[in-house]
């Protein structure tokens, strides 16, 4: 009988096996052939010192977004009338229509010769967030070249792209090309505060001029990150097709004041750090795949050293070993689940007084799987404590996922445009997660087709810059976002795919 277990075990064994070696050598993807940009390509645009000279002009205006309804106008009105000056061919161009919506965003229209193609859409922000002057070793907003890298805040979130989209626009028409597919360029204002006076007014303004279906949208989003993830060893580029939802609550507790000689049992203090603990100690559930999280690995398997590539086309087998893997990591926790953090405390009046009230805010990043309300109802009988009241202060739903297949026109001409970039880098039918917010949802209603890239170029250590202390950026990296943006302009034009951008030699 034992014999017989034994080798009933002893065939599963081996056929499992068999199955992962057999998904190990045969899984495959996509991977178009595309031309690389090179140096010596007529079109290649040289980041020369006035170019340069413009990108830091742009970063040495103080755009600062504070509050919902509060930025520094002056600073903006500076920075639109500076992006006016600044691409002549753009702003006096027949082809091209121009907006300042609500004082401070731009809105561009460059028409093209065919009305049977859908338009798309370029997106960016011209506001940045705050500074601690104290903590940077350059000037925030000196826009300083140090060791070949510069040195502003806005560098990366998302002035280069702000600047590298009318570059490379600047360029086209220049050159003289018209292009057949129209397309549209949004700047809004105030974007790390929402988008409301921004972004919305730009959907207002778009949707009353009868604009409905674009066939792409592209934002900032993730970036190319060198040495992110175990085993791979060259630089990913993911291309992000959904966001994460958000919900920000209060917890608050209500007591009777009194000295704090004669304390009736629990503060509210005591009371709401008891409700905090619960929540920091018993995170939302791991969701690796069931969103895209698991396509962004799977795809790629192809780039990975065996063992890793054994257990990513296997997930099958190896998911709950992953998924408990990513839980360990921050950056990668942050894409496999719901995540929560705690970020304002307020309670007490006085040293010897009980503290007649304690409230603390509460923000979760939600993943696509999930929704408000189930995050809602996780926390509420998580804390179980009817003396804890619990207030939505706001919330948004995770987007729907836009659509990343083999023919889908905007993933696939984002996807190669990018690779002929940076050839050397793992691009595939790579589906990720956006795990903080843009403007991008006042635009949700125009397509589905939504993708979120930013053509950074960055190590782990890199991604503490945003939003953080020392932003900066190569110039040989501002280069590349100009070119990106010019490539993605001449790929776009296009019918059907491909075509990709080809060179004057290759013409």
């Not at 702003?91 to 229509?97: E, G, K, Q, Y």
């Not at 408000?372 to 009241?389: A, T």
Request: hydrophobic letters at 40%; charged letters at 20%.
């Amino acid at each position: 009988m034992l014999r017989n277990v034994c080798a009933c075990i002893g065939f599963v064994l081996l056929v499992l096996v068999f199955i992962i070696l057999v998904r190990t050598a045969t899984f495959s993807v996509r991977s178009d052939s595309v031309r690389s940009c090179r140096l010596t390509d007529s079109d290649f645009i040289r980041a020369t010192d006035e170019i340069i000279g413009r990108f830091q002009s742009a970063l040495r205006f103080k755009t600062i977004s504070t509050n919902l309804h509060q930025y520094d106008r002056a600073e903006l009105q500076k920075m639109v009338d500076f992006v006016r000056s600044a691409f002549p061919v753009i702003h006096s161009s027949t082809l091209v229509a121009h907006d300042v919506v609500n004082n401070y965003s731009l809105l561009y229209k460059v028409q093209g010769s065919n009305p049977a193609l859908r338009p798309y859409m370029l997106c960016a922000h011209l506001d940045v967030v705050p500074v601690n002057r104290d903590a940077w070793e350059e000037d925030p907003f000196g826009a300083n070249i140090k060791d070949g890298f510069i040195y502003a805040r806005g560098t990366i979130d998302v002035k280069q792209i702000v600047m590298g989209v009318m570059e490379a626009t600047e360029f086209l028409l220049k050159s003289g090309h018209v292009p057949k597919r129209t397309f549209y360029i949004a700047f809004g204002h105030d974007e790390e505060v929402t988008g409301l006076d921004g972004a919305a007014k730009i959907s207002e303004l778009l949707y009353s001029r009868g604009v409905r279906d674009l066939e792409f949208l592209i934002d900032e989003g993730t970036t190319i990150v060198n040495k992110l993830f175990p085993g791979v060893n060259i630089p990913i580029a993911v291309v992000g097709t959904s966001e994460k939802g958000s919900l920000s609550l209060e917890l608050s507790v209500n007591g009777v004041p009194g000295h704090s000689s004669m304390p009736e049992g629990e503060t509210t203090i005591a009371t709401l750090a008891r409700a905090i603990t619960r929540l920091e100690e018993n995170p939302h559930p791991n969701m690796f795949g069931t969103g895209p999280e698991k396509d962004l690995f799977t795809h790629l398997a192809s780039d990975l050293s065996l063992p890793f590539r054994a257990v990513v086309t296997n997930l099958w087998l190896f998911g709950p070993v992953v998924s408990r893997l990513f839980s360990r990591i921050p950056s990668l926790n942050a894409i496999v689940r719901t995540v929560t953090s705690v970020t304002m405390v307020n309670g007490g009046v006085k040293v010897n007084v009980l503290p007649p009230s304690a409230t603390a805010m509460v923000n979760h990043r939600i993943h696509p799987a999930q929704t408000v309300k189930e995050v809602m109802e996780y926390d509420r009988k998580l804390i179980n404590d009817e003396r804890v009241k619990i207030r939505v202060v706001s919330s948004m739903e995770p987007h729907p996922m836009s659509p990343y297949g083999d023919e889908d026109f905007g993933y696939q001409t984002i996807k190669n445009s990018i690779r002929q970039i940076w050839p050397d880098t793992c691009v595939r039918h790579v589906s990720g997660v956006m795990i903080g917010n843009t403007d991008t949802v006042h635009y949700i209603r125009f397509t589905k087709n939504i993708y979120r890239f930013s053509p950074t170029f960055m190590f782990p250590e890199d991604l503490k810059r945003f939003h953080g202390n020392n932003e900066r950026i190569s110039v040989q990296n501002y280069e590349q976002v100009i070119n990106f943006y010019y490539h993605l302009l001449v790929n776009a034009d296009g019918g059907t795919l491909p075509p990709f951008h080809k060179h004057n030699d290759e013409l």
